[in-house]
Protein backbone atom coordinates (compact mmCIF):
# COMPACT_ATOMS: atom_id res chain seq x y z
CA UNK A 1 0.00 0.00 0.00
CA UNK A 2 1.23 3.50 -0.85
CA UNK A 3 0.47 6.36 1.68
CA UNK A 4 -1.31 9.54 1.27
CA UNK A 5 2.10 11.21 1.32
CA UNK A 6 3.55 9.13 -1.71
CA UNK A 7 0.46 10.22 -3.47
CA UNK A 8 1.13 13.96 -3.16
CA UNK A 9 4.93 13.43 -3.15
CA UNK A 10 4.46 11.70 -6.92
CA UNK A 11 1.92 14.11 -8.15
CA UNK A 12 4.38 17.36 -7.00
CA UNK A 13 7.49 15.19 -8.83
CA UNK A 14 5.46 14.81 -11.94
CA UNK A 15 3.58 18.68 -11.72
CA UNK A 16 7.08 20.37 -10.67
CA UNK A 17 9.35 19.00 -13.14
CA UNK A 18 6.94 20.58 -16.48
CA UNK A 19 8.85 22.96 -18.93
CA UNK A 20 8.40 26.24 -17.39
CA UNK A 21 8.44 27.96 -20.58
CA UNK A 22 5.89 25.84 -22.27
CA UNK A 23 3.79 27.33 -24.41
CA UNK A 24 -0.05 27.47 -23.00
CA UNK A 25 -2.21 24.68 -24.85
CA UNK A 26 -6.13 25.03 -25.60
CA UNK A 27 -7.99 23.74 -22.91
CA UNK A 28 -8.85 19.60 -23.80
CA UNK A 29 -11.83 18.14 -23.47
CA UNK A 30 -12.31 14.89 -21.41
CA UNK A 31 -10.94 11.89 -24.09
CA UNK A 32 -12.61 8.97 -22.62
CA UNK A 33 -14.09 7.79 -25.43
CA UNK A 34 -11.16 7.88 -27.42
CA UNK A 35 -9.43 6.07 -24.23
CA UNK A 36 -12.01 3.76 -23.86
CA UNK A 37 -14.26 5.49 -21.24
CA UNK A 38 -14.12 5.49 -17.53
CA UNK A 39 -15.86 5.47 -14.34
CA UNK A 40 -15.62 7.12 -11.17
CA UNK A 41 -17.19 4.31 -9.25
CA UNK A 42 -14.34 2.46 -7.61
CA UNK A 43 -16.68 -0.81 -7.61
CA UNK A 44 -16.39 -1.04 -10.68
CA UNK A 45 -12.70 -0.99 -11.30
CA UNK A 46 -12.39 -3.22 -8.57
CA UNK A 47 -15.05 -6.00 -10.37
CA UNK A 48 -13.19 -4.87 -13.87
CA UNK A 49 -10.03 -6.15 -11.93
CA UNK A 50 -11.51 -9.18 -10.46
CA UNK A 51 -12.70 -10.20 -13.87
CA UNK A 52 -8.73 -9.82 -15.27
CA UNK A 53 -7.67 -11.99 -12.38
CA UNK A 54 -10.41 -15.04 -13.31
CA UNK A 55 -9.11 -14.35 -16.56
CA UNK A 56 -5.64 -14.50 -15.82
CA UNK A 57 -5.74 -17.83 -13.36
CA UNK A 58 -7.60 -19.87 -15.63
CA UNK A 59 -5.38 -19.44 -18.71
CA UNK A 60 -2.41 -20.20 -16.54
CA UNK A 61 -4.37 -23.29 -15.31
CA UNK A 62 -4.40 -24.58 -18.49
CA UNK A 63 -1.87 -23.00 -20.88
CA UNK A 64 1.57 -21.93 -18.76
CA UNK A 65 4.25 -21.17 -21.67
CA UNK A 66 4.39 -19.77 -24.69
CA UNK A 67 4.24 -22.93 -26.81
CA UNK A 68 1.01 -24.25 -24.93
CA UNK A 69 -0.66 -21.22 -25.90
CA UNK A 70 0.96 -20.74 -29.03
CA UNK A 71 -0.43 -24.83 -29.79
CA UNK A 72 -3.68 -24.15 -28.12
CA UNK A 73 -7.04 -23.98 -29.78
CA UNK A 74 -8.06 -20.62 -30.37
CA UNK A 75 -11.41 -21.56 -29.11
CA UNK A 76 -10.07 -22.74 -25.87
CA UNK A 77 -8.20 -19.29 -25.88
CA UNK A 78 -11.14 -17.23 -26.18
CA UNK A 79 -13.16 -19.56 -23.13
CA UNK A 80 -10.83 -18.90 -20.75
CA UNK A 81 -10.32 -15.03 -21.37
CA UNK A 82 -13.95 -14.39 -21.81
CA UNK A 83 -14.30 -12.80 -18.58
CA UNK A 84 -11.84 -10.29 -19.12
CA UNK A 85 -13.69 -9.01 -22.20
CA UNK A 86 -13.05 -9.22 -25.89
CA UNK A 87 -12.01 -12.03 -25.54
CA UNK A 88 -11.92 -12.86 -29.62
CA UNK A 89 -9.16 -9.97 -30.16
CA UNK A 90 -7.26 -11.14 -27.04
CA UNK A 91 -6.72 -14.54 -27.69
CA UNK A 92 -6.11 -13.83 -31.32
CA UNK A 93 -3.21 -11.17 -29.91
CA UNK A 94 -2.32 -13.94 -27.01
CA UNK A 95 -1.54 -16.17 -30.15
CA UNK A 96 0.81 -13.59 -32.45
CA UNK A 97 2.73 -13.23 -29.30
CA UNK A 98 3.19 -16.71 -28.36
CA UNK A 99 4.39 -16.87 -32.07
CA UNK A 100 6.71 -14.24 -31.75
CA UNK A 101 8.55 -15.71 -28.52
CA UNK A 102 8.56 -19.44 -30.10
CA UNK A 103 9.70 -18.04 -33.10
CA UNK A 104 11.76 -15.29 -32.54
CA UNK A 105 13.18 -16.26 -28.70
CA UNK A 106 13.06 -19.74 -28.48
CA UNK A 107 10.20 -19.72 -26.21
CA UNK A 108 11.94 -17.93 -23.55
CA UNK A 109 11.13 -14.37 -21.78
CA UNK A 110 14.46 -14.20 -20.23
CA UNK A 111 15.17 -11.22 -22.85
CA UNK A 112 12.59 -9.34 -21.41
CA UNK A 113 14.56 -9.26 -18.13
CA UNK A 114 17.94 -9.01 -19.83
CA UNK A 115 17.72 -6.71 -22.87
CA UNK A 116 17.86 -2.95 -22.23
CA UNK A 117 14.20 -1.81 -21.57
CA UNK A 118 13.46 0.33 -24.62
CA UNK A 119 15.13 -2.20 -27.08
CA UNK A 120 12.40 -4.69 -25.20
CA UNK A 121 9.64 -1.98 -25.61
CA UNK A 122 10.52 -1.46 -29.20
CA UNK A 123 10.39 -5.27 -29.81
CA UNK A 124 7.08 -6.05 -27.58
CA UNK A 125 5.34 -2.87 -29.31
CA UNK A 126 6.11 -4.83 -32.76
CA UNK A 127 3.77 -7.58 -31.92
CA UNK A 128 0.36 -7.14 -33.14
CA UNK A 129 -2.27 -6.63 -30.18
CA UNK A 130 0.83 -5.11 -28.09
CA UNK A 131 0.67 -1.06 -28.13
CA UNK A 132 2.78 1.45 -25.73
CA UNK A 133 0.69 0.89 -22.59
CA UNK A 134 1.02 -3.04 -22.31
CA UNK A 135 4.72 -3.26 -22.93
CA UNK A 136 5.05 -0.58 -20.23
CA UNK A 137 2.99 -2.62 -17.94
CA UNK A 138 5.01 -5.35 -18.70
CA UNK A 139 8.17 -3.74 -18.18
CA UNK A 140 7.00 -2.11 -14.93
CA UNK A 141 5.87 -5.20 -13.58
CA UNK A 142 7.68 -7.51 -14.75
CA UNK A 143 11.49 -6.04 -13.91
CA UNK A 144 10.72 -2.70 -12.20
CA UNK A 145 11.36 -0.87 -14.91
CA UNK A 146 11.23 2.86 -14.49
CA UNK A 147 8.00 3.49 -16.43
CA UNK A 148 4.19 5.01 -16.06
CA UNK A 149 2.05 3.03 -18.20
CA UNK A 150 -0.42 5.69 -19.34
CA UNK A 151 -4.03 4.95 -19.20
CA UNK A 152 -7.11 6.78 -18.91
CA UNK A 153 -6.48 8.07 -15.73
CA UNK A 154 -2.96 8.50 -16.15
CA UNK A 155 -3.47 10.45 -19.07
CA UNK A 156 -6.11 12.70 -17.55
CA UNK A 157 -4.75 14.02 -14.51
CA UNK A 158 -1.23 14.86 -16.48
CA UNK A 159 -3.14 16.49 -19.09
CA UNK A 160 -4.76 18.09 -16.67
CA UNK A 161 -2.02 19.46 -14.47
CA UNK A 162 -0.58 20.76 -17.55
CA UNK A 163 2.28 18.42 -17.48
CA UNK A 164 1.40 17.03 -20.82
CA UNK A 165 -2.03 18.59 -22.15
CA UNK A 166 -3.22 18.13 -25.34
CA UNK A 167 -1.24 15.14 -26.27
CA UNK A 168 -2.20 11.40 -27.32
CA UNK A 169 -1.25 8.68 -25.07
CA UNK A 170 2.11 8.29 -27.02
CA UNK A 171 3.45 11.83 -26.46
CA UNK A 172 2.39 11.74 -22.92
CA UNK A 173 4.58 8.97 -22.30
CA UNK A 174 7.35 10.62 -24.25
CA UNK A 175 6.98 13.70 -22.07
CA UNK A 176 7.09 11.40 -18.23
CA UNK A 177 10.29 9.85 -19.76
CA UNK A 178 11.55 13.04 -20.90
CA UNK A 179 10.93 14.16 -17.11
CA UNK A 180 12.71 10.91 -16.09
CA UNK A 181 15.79 11.70 -17.43
CA UNK A 182 16.46 15.28 -17.43
CA UNK A 183 14.47 15.98 -13.71
CA UNK A 184 14.91 12.46 -12.07
CA UNK A 185 11.29 11.55 -11.91
CA UNK A 186 10.56 7.83 -10.61
CA UNK A 187 7.82 7.06 -12.71
CA UNK A 188 7.34 3.93 -10.51
CA UNK A 189 6.14 6.53 -7.68
CA UNK A 190 4.28 8.75 -10.80
CA UNK A 191 2.04 5.68 -11.84
CA UNK A 192 0.84 4.74 -8.46
CA UNK A 193 0.29 8.56 -7.82
CA UNK A 194 -1.68 9.31 -11.04
CA UNK A 195 -3.56 6.57 -11.12
CA UNK A 196 -4.69 6.77 -7.18
CA UNK A 197 -5.65 10.35 -7.49
CA UNK A 198 -7.76 9.52 -10.74
CA UNK A 199 -9.51 6.93 -9.36
CA UNK A 200 -10.20 9.01 -6.06
CA UNK A 201 -10.46 12.64 -6.60
CA UNK A 202 -9.50 13.79 -10.39
CA UNK A 203 -12.73 11.69 -11.74
CA UNK A 204 -13.48 12.25 -15.55
CA UNK A 205 -16.99 13.61 -15.46
CA UNK A 206 -16.84 15.62 -12.05
CA UNK A 207 -13.46 15.82 -10.32
CA UNK A 208 -13.49 16.91 -6.24
CA UNK A 209 -11.33 19.91 -7.00
CA UNK A 210 -11.93 20.94 -3.44
CA UNK A 211 -10.89 18.23 -2.21
CA UNK A 212 -7.69 17.84 -4.29
CA UNK A 213 -4.11 17.79 -2.64
CA UNK A 214 -2.57 19.47 -5.60
CA UNK A 215 -5.06 22.32 -6.68
CA UNK A 216 -2.58 25.09 -5.97
CA UNK A 217 -0.23 23.63 -8.90
CA UNK A 218 -3.06 22.82 -10.86
CA UNK A 219 -3.68 24.04 -14.08
CA UNK A 220 -6.70 22.28 -14.68
CA UNK A 221 -7.20 21.86 -18.16
CA UNK A 222 -10.36 20.92 -19.45
CA UNK A 223 -11.76 21.32 -16.11
CA UNK A 224 -15.08 23.70 -16.33
Known amino acids: ?13 VRECREPTR ?4 RRATQD ?6 SDDSSFAEHCGENRDRAYDALVEDYETPDEILNAPEERLRELIAPAG ?3 SKA ?3 KNAARHIVERRDGSTDWIRKEPSE ?6 TSIKGIGHKTADVILLFAVDADYCPVDTHVDRVTGRLGVAPD ?4 KTREKLIEYRDECGVDLRKAHVALIAHGRATCHARSPECGECVVEDVCEKYGVN
Open 1 to 13: MHSHDDVIHGLRD
Open 23 to 26: RRAQ
Open 33 to 38: GAMGGD
Open 86 to 88: LAN
Open 92 to 94: SYL
Open 119 to 124: DVHEEL
Open 167 to 170: MSPA
